[in-house]
């Protein structure tokens, strides 16, 4: 039978019940202390927090979606009615963020999985059967959305005893060589000196492995939001909001003195989709990161980005901007660095002609990995033309101007 109600715990405390009768309900235990929210959006109060029609976005924010999905209902659909209660019991012990899951009259749940070794990841010929391998060991301890074939791992690196927390994605036959496409779009992420975390790609270039970014080096989980929580919005709803309302959610939420390197670098990130045609930089691919409720609050290191127009020719952005879902020009770019995120005009061309020159860098890595990996020769050489015509569009709207 399917557990209706589950103790949910922040940062190693006890803080309440989630629970589902004809509505969904989450009730703080008494006298919760105000670093153990459960989010920035849900201060504490005596009456319940009350969602009609489906989990609040908080707790949603995590749902298996996809391949994952599919594998726990699989292990677990003889025992269970995989609901969305069931799966945060079932992978309530590692959830991004600070928040975890369990039975009510249950302890904590904890995490004892042998860790796997990192290099072997990197290096392990066949890409398809070491994932699938990963996926059957770990699937059940994966709270992470998204729809690309992706599980949580711990594994140590050859010169650390210590394990730390991965997220390795692989691919599905709709889209193929996803693994690199994504290592080189966040190379040039990198290269344009916005915050990444850790980031890797197998040498058979199957899988992408990034360093978990809510966890620090001594093992705490920070509390890690999207903008779909952050706005107030379920997980179906990630495509439907603005760039214009994901400024003012990071001037709501991000502590002043993070306030101008996350409007930076979020216009940064902006900029840099457009130009490799990035069509889904949506709200569950942005985030913010702090330690507890009443501390400060920075925006997260970027991740998740792709040129979607490899495989969907016609793409577009994920969120409206200056009214459209069209990609903008440089001129309105700057116009909405300067009227939304307050970001000097002579800034915000900095960046642009930054991200630019990071691009143009990053794409001369993509012919030397094709004549080596030919099975990304398809997927690369679509790319090369498509950043290309990315940055000459800057670079002629900035003429015209």
């Given at each position: 039978m399917t557990p209706q109600s589950l103790a949910v715990w922040n940062n190693g405390s006890k803080v309440g019940i989630l629970g589902q009768n004809d509505n969904y309900f989450f009730n703080y235990l008494p006298d919760t202390p105000v670093e153990h929210l459960v989010s920035l959006t849900m201060p504490y109060r005596l009456q319940s927090w009350v969602s009609d029609r489906e989990l609040?976005?908080?707790?949603?924010?995590?749902?298996?979606?996809?391949?994952?999905?599919?594998?726990?209902?699989?292990?677990?659909?003889?025992?269970?009615?995989?609901?969305?209660?069931?799966?945060?019991?079932?992978?309530?012990?590692?959830?991004?963020?600070r928040n975890r899951f369990s039975l009510p009259d249950s302890e904590i749940p904890m995490i004892n999985e042998k860790p796997e070794s990192l290099d072997e990841i990197l290096t392990y010929p066949d890409a398809?059967?070491?994932?699938?391998?990963?996926?059957?060991?770990?699937?059940?301890?994966?709270?992470?959305?998204?729809?690309?074939?992706?599980?949580?791992?711990?594994?140590?690196?050859?010169?650390t005893v210590a394990a730390s927390s991965y997220i390795v994605k692989s691919w599905g036959n709709e889209y193929p060589q996803l693994a690199a496409n994504e290592y080189f779009c966040m190379t040039a992420a990198k290269l344009a000196g916005l915050s990444v975390p850790d980031f890797s790609l197998s040498e058979n270039g199957g899988l992408f492995v990034m360093k978990r970014f809510d966890t620090t080096v001594d093992g705490e989980n920070l509390g890690f939001e999207d903008f779909c929580s952050l706005q107030a919005l379920g997980t179906d709803k990630k495509y439907d909001s603005t760039y214009e309302r994901v400024a003012r959610t990071i001037k709501d939420f991000v502590s002043p003195e993070h306030l101008s390197s996350a409007r930076e670098q979020f216009f940064a990130t902006l900029v840099l989709s457009a130009m490799?045609?990035?069509?889904?930089?949506?709200?569950?691919?942005?985030?913010?990161?702090?330690?507890?409720?009443?501390?400060?609050?920075?925006?997260?290191?970027?991740?998740?980005?792709?040129t979607t127009t490899a495989y969907l020719q016609k793409d577009v952005p994920a969120l409206h901007l200056a009214g459209t879902k069209k990609w903008w020009s440089r001129k309105i770019l700057e116009r909405f660095a300067l009227q939304a995120l307050s970001l000097p005009a002579k800034l915000s061309a900095q960046i642009i002609d930054r991200v630019a020159e990071a691009v143009i860098e990053a794409s001369k890595r993509i012919p030397p990995y094709i004549r080596?990996?030919?099975?990304?020769?398809?997927?690369?050489?679509?790319?090369?033309?498509?950043?290309?015509?990315?940055?000459?569009?800057?670079?002629?709207?900035?003429?015209?101007g």
């Open positions: 609040h976005p908080i707790f949603q924010m995590n749902l298996p979606e996809g391949a994952l999905r599919e594998a726990i209902r699989n292990a677990f659909a003889k025992v269970v009615v995989v609901d969305d209660i069931a799966l945060l019991r079932i992978t309530g012990g590692n959830q991004i963020g398809v059967e070491l994932f699938n391998e990963l996926m059957a060991r770990h699937a059940e301890h994966s709270g992470i959305s998204g729809v690309q074939p992706k599980v949580i791992v711990e594994a140590t690196e050859r010169t490799v045609r990035n069509g889904d930089a949506h709200l569950k691919n942005f985030g913010v990161l702090y330690r507890h409720p009443q501390g400060p609050v920075s925006l997260a290191p970027v991740y998740d980005i792709v080596e990996n030919p099975d990304f020769e398809e997927i690369g050489s679509r790319m090369l033309p498509i950043w290309q015509d990315g940055v000459d569009a800057f670079a002629a709207s900035e003429r015209r």
